[in-house]
């Protein structure tokens, strides 16, 4: 294990409804990522975190919420979804967010199935 | 455009075998390479990180190459074994200071044969 843990693994939701992803590290890390991965497209990054500020928001649309309450949690909270969305939604954590850093251990993921 | 490409997109091999998975990249500046392994269903686990003035980097039966001046890196697998078979990720940081962005490949799917 990477000492990233998410959940749920697996998610089904409609499209009027609202979920919520957890995501919880135990390696004391500093700085902690939300990435998008679909079929056959590189890794997405949503959103960074460091030291529970946002440092990085790559124009996700409002329906994804991150929230970060410490440094070893971190929430992504979903409403009103498009089927599109569809994808597996990884955490990472690493120790900082500068260059050089050490390198971003991530969780096992969280299938999400938008009906 | 900060890219990176990896060939093929998919390999099957047979067990014992050895084989060699590519990454090219235009990134600038250049920081650092990374080679990540995914297994179905998992998260992506790093094998190697490599720095401009790194040649080459070995982690058990995989070793990482790098050609700073064409931009190519390559990892080799070694006596494959059906654990191998996984999506193999290469990744780029890009920048010499500040805030460090990762250039993702879209993988390599390795399917070791029995």
């Known amino acids: 294990e990477t000492g990233v843990t998410q959940t749920p693994r697996h998610l089904v939701m409609g499209m009027t409804n609202k979920k919520s992803l957890k995501c919880e590290q135990h390696?004391?890390?500093?700085?902690m990522y939300w990435y998008k991965q679909s079929a056959k497209k590189p890794l997405e990054l949503m959103f960074v975190y460091s030291l529970e500020e946002r440092v990085e928001n790559n124009s996700v649309p409002s329906r994804f919420s991150p929230e970060c309450p410490n440094s070893s949690h971190l929430f992504l909270h979903l409403h009103t979804l498009q089927p599109e969305d569809s994808a597996l939604y990884l955490c990472a954590s690493s120790q900082g967010t500068q260059v050089r850093q050490e390198t971003q251990y991530f969780g096992p993921g969280t299938r999400l199935l938008v009906l | 455009k900060n890219q990176v490409e990896q060939s093929p997109q998919s390999l099957i091999i047979l067990e014992g075998k050895n084989c060699t998975l590519q990454?090219?990249?235009?990134?600038?500046?250049?920081?650092?390479l990374r080679w990540y392994k995914q297994d179905t269903g998992r998260g992506p686990v790093s094998l190697t990180i490599?720095?401009?003035?790194?040649n080459t980097k070995s982690n058990g039966r995989y070793t990482a190459t790098l050609d700073a001046d064409t931009k190519q890196s390559s990892l080799h697998i070694t006596a494959s074994q059906l654990s191998d078979s996984a999506s193999y990720i290469c990744?780029?940081?890009?920048?010499?200071?500040?805030?460090?962005?990762?250039?993702f490949g879209t993988g390599t799917r390795l399917l070791v044969s029995p």
């Open positions: 990744v780029v940081s890009v920048g010499d200071t500040g805030f460090q962005k990762l250039v």
């Open positions: 490599m720095t401009f003035s790194e």
């Open positions: 390696l004391g890390h500093n700085a």
């Open positions: 990454c090219n990249y235009t990134v600038s500046p250049f920081s650092n």
